[in-house]
């Protein structure tokens, strides 16, 4: 991670998106900044449509929405997971309830 981001302010960019936890200080310590960081788990296949997930989601947006926070991060993101055979409306909201 060092070295790319040594490549990314060489390109006189100024962020890196998609940073998991580990990565947001080296980012940081380099003068980047994440612009959008894995803050609230699941997964493109497995995530807030599906009611199981709802409660680790909530607890890891918790305990990272404060660090990413201090290091001046702007962006979180979870994933919505993909459907599987459920109708839009459901997957909808199941989503908004999470």
Not at 2 to 12: I, L, N, Q, R, T
Not at 34 to 60: F, P, Q, T, W
Request: glycine share 10%; proline share 4%.
């Amino acid at each position: 991670m060092p070295e790319f981001c040594d490549a990314v302010k060489g390109m006189g960019l100024t962020a890196i998106d998609l940073l998991e936890e580990p990565e947001w200080q080296i980012v940081a310590d380099h003068g980047l900044v994440c612009s959008m960081a894995y803050a609230g788990g699941g997964s493109i296949r497995d995530g807030l449509n599906y009611k199981k997930n709802h409660d680790a989601i909530v607890k890891n947006f918790e305990e990272k929405i404060p660090k990413a926070a201090k290091l001046k991060i702007p962006n979180v993101i979870t994933f919505f997971g993909n459907r599987m055979g459920m109708a839009d409306a459901e997957a909808t909201a199941n989503c908004i309830e999470g």
